[in-house]
């Protein structure tokens, strides 16, 4: 490639991750009165053509994902309502190779494009499901639909989908009858952004799947998504794991306090074709075998100095207190979240950005005193920073700042908050490995005992 169409390629990739005035800023730290946000812009626009110093190419690519050390692969997946990449982490470290990733976010791709290599070679990159799926369209017929999903998903032995539970819609449904083309899991599901996982599933029939959700999926309309949801699969020819957990303790609904100082269940879902008999004896009740042989504690993730911004304000203070306060007199539990170093916190959600009520981390306030107080004012509690917030979800162990943060703390903390514990899927993607590795070997070869 000529070489200014090369460096102009280069840019257009961070570009797609950093803004123009991050990119002048970083390249003139290198070359002092060089670069700035409307020499990048002239660049970017064709406007002007100037040349990167070989220094300043190679600090360009730093900030981008590195291609794996390895080339190897033992296997392919999809990773469909991808946020910023918290399950594909896991199925990356069993040997994996992402090839279609589809995310509607913008903020979110960048995350995502700033942490994880994707080769155009093999992988695309989709921003909304439904435009592969088509079920935006009405008019399009459901065999039109498979044909565009099966020239547009590459093929695949997984599928990842952390997607979003919506209220079936009964409209959509009912104009479907009229037409006479509902039918099957069609029908039911049509309305949810499950029925776009189901169609996929449908004409890509990967060895196995794994969905993720929140806990509250399985309580929806008095269970009734759930039930359409597990029968969905079964008539796509998926056997589930733990589908037969009564109202007790359920495998499926994993706490991310086992693995990280957090209090977040989700339903976790994992398929694997039946055809393939490699689903056999496989729970995730043995998810455990994986969890860590140290928790970290909160404290482990917090940084020991921190920008005083993060402190809430006399202002915001005051209110969540006096709210709490409130809303305990009339026997509620709302209120805010006050946490030290040896806690396990709330459930850090994508309103955190707000006022950061659920997790307050204490710098010394004392109920014994007054509100007002010296004291208690100085020692206001803190938000967790947007790089705490990556520990606590597991992005990051702690003490590390590897995982990349290119967008606002407001945007951090949406995406963080929507995000899953990564070591959580971890540990799910390592029991799942080796029926993934059985369910892609030549049939003769599928005969494997499981530990």
Known sequence: MNPELEELALLNRVLEVYDQ???????????????????VNRWA???????????????LEQLLPKPPAASHHEFDFVDLFAGIGGIRRGFEGIGGR?????????????????????DSSHHVFNKDIREITLSNDDGISEEAAYRHIAVSVPDHDVLLAGFP???????????????????????KTQGTLFF?????????????????????????????????????LDELGYWVADMDAGDGADPKIIDGRHFVPQHRERVILVGFRKDLNVHEGFTLADIFKHRPQKLPALGDILD???DPKYILTQKLWEYLFNYAIKHKAKGNGFGYGLVSADSVARTLSARYYKDGSEILIDRGFNPNRPLDSRMNQKNRPRRLTPRECARLMGFDGPGESNFRIPVSDTQAYKQFGNSVVVPVFAAVAKLMRPRILAATAPAKERLLKFA
């Not at 626009?45 to 600090?59: D, S």
């Not at 589809?102 to 994880?116: D, H, I, L």
């Not at 539970?165 to 029908?187: D, M, Y």
Request: charged letters at 25%.
């Open 45 to 59: 626009k064709g406007k002007a053509a100037p040349r990167l110093r070989y220094a300043e190419y190679r600090a």
């Open 165 to 187: 539970c919506q209220p079936f819609s009964i409209a959509g449904v009912s104009k479907k009858n009229a037409l006479g083309r509902a039918h099957g899991f069609e029908c």
């Open 21 to 39: 005035k991050f990119v002048g800023q970083y390249l003139n730290q290198m070359s002092p009165g060089s670069w700035c946000r409307e020499t």
């Open 304 to 306: 020991t100095e921190v």
């Open 196 to 232: 776009d996982v189901a169609r996929v599933l449908a004409v890509k029939k990967p060895a196995a799947f794994l969905l993720e959700n929140v806990k509250n999926l399985k309580s929806h309309d008095r269970g009734r998504t759930f039930k359409v949801i597990a029968e969905t």
């Open 98 to 118: 992402c090839v279609f990733t589809s995310e509607w976010n913008a903020e979110a791709v960048k995350t995502y494009k700033a942490n994880y290599y994707c």
